[in-house]
């Protein structure tokens, strides 16, 4: 990850970014939903700091981040009024280091998208400080398409699993469920519908959000119900994964 060069001054971040709301609320618009009510997030994988500036610039400030190492770098050079969404996979001994990066403002700027077990979210927990008197958000990631590519709990013990995080895990929040789906295959999108449906109910949560759709098809997620999604590279262009 270079934090400082390497700017590609063709892609039109402002113009992209404000493009891929004007989309958001048009789809909230035809599901008869608040458009407040979808978050999104700026997928910023592999993109150089100058890059996420112009984002904060235009007024968005939700970041998102695949790898923890990029994430943290990122935190000690952005200002405080960025909010850190973490969606790539993470392995439990660098919890620690991931949310270390908060310890001189606050666990509630990191959301983490990617738990899928009861030892990462025993490994998040245990890494905030006792000092801070916020909550770590969660979601719990679900392994919709069967795929044996996808990270992310079976759905049918997506329900337990989640009883066991807000049972033993005190200084986390769940927030919601968040699934990859597989290429083209909205069933994805109701199937994490209907798991977050059982988890609600198991916890007598009805304010569980999700987290589905990216580039490809957020606003087919909307449809669906998202109230989270992942917008990448129609916001900041094309990747460069020679560095990864």
């Known amino acids: 990850m270079s934090t400082n060069e390497d700017t590609d001054t063709t892609v039109?971040?402002?113009?992209?970014?404000?493009?891929?709301?004007?989309?958001?609320?048009?789809?909230?618009e035809a599901a008869g939903k608040d458009p407040s009510s979808v978050r999104l997030v700026a997928v910023s994988k592999t993109k150089p700091v100058?890059?996420?500036?112009?984002?904060?610039?235009?007024?968005?400030?939700?970041?998102g981040e695949n790898?923890?190492?990029?994430l943290v770098e990122k935190v000690g050079i952005l200002p405080d009024t960025v909010?850190?969404?973490?969606?790539?996979?993470?392995?439990?001994n660098?919890?620690?280091?991931?949310?270390?990066?908060?310890?001189?403002?606050?666990?509630d700027r990191l959301t983490v998208e990617t738990v899928s077990s009861l030892k990462l979210a025993s490994k998040l927990n245990n890494a905030v400080p006792d000092t801070d008197s916020t909550l770590l958000k969660i979601f719990v990631q679900v392994n919709t398409s069967g795929e044996d590519s996808k990270s992310g709990v079976e759905a049918d013990e997506c329900a337990a699993l989640c009883q066991d995080i807000v049972a033993k895990c005190?200084?986390?929040?769940?927030?919601?469920?968040?699934?990859?789906?597989a290429p083209d295959d909205e069933s994805c999108f109701t199937a994490l519908a209907e798991?977050?449906?059982?988890?609600?109910?198991?916890?007598?949560?009805?304010?569980?959000e999700l987290s589905m759709g990216m580039s490809g098809d957020f606003e087919a997620a909307i449809a669906a119900g998202a109230t989270n999604v992942r917008v990448g590279s129609t916001i900041f262009?094309?990747?460069?994964?020679?560095t990864k």
């Open 12 to 28: 039109d971040i402002a113009g992209n970014l404000a493009d891929v709301k004007a989309r958001i609320r048009a789809a909230c």
């Open 170 to 181: 005190p200084k986390l929040h769940l927030q919601g469920l968040m699934t990859i789906g």
């Open 83 to 92: 909010h850190w969404h973490f969606i790539g996979g993470l392995q439990s």
């Open 94 to 107: 660098k919890a620690t280091m991931l949310v270390g990066a908060f310890k001189n403002s606050t666990v």
């Open 237 to 242: 262009g094309a990747r460069d994964y020679s």
């Open 50 to 63: 100058p890059m996420l500036q112009q984002c904060l610039d235009a007024g968005h400030t939700i970041m």
């Open 195 to 208: 798991c977050r449906d059982a988890v609600a109910s198991s916890l007598g949560r009805a304010d569980l």
């Open 67 to 70: 790898y923890a190492q990029e």
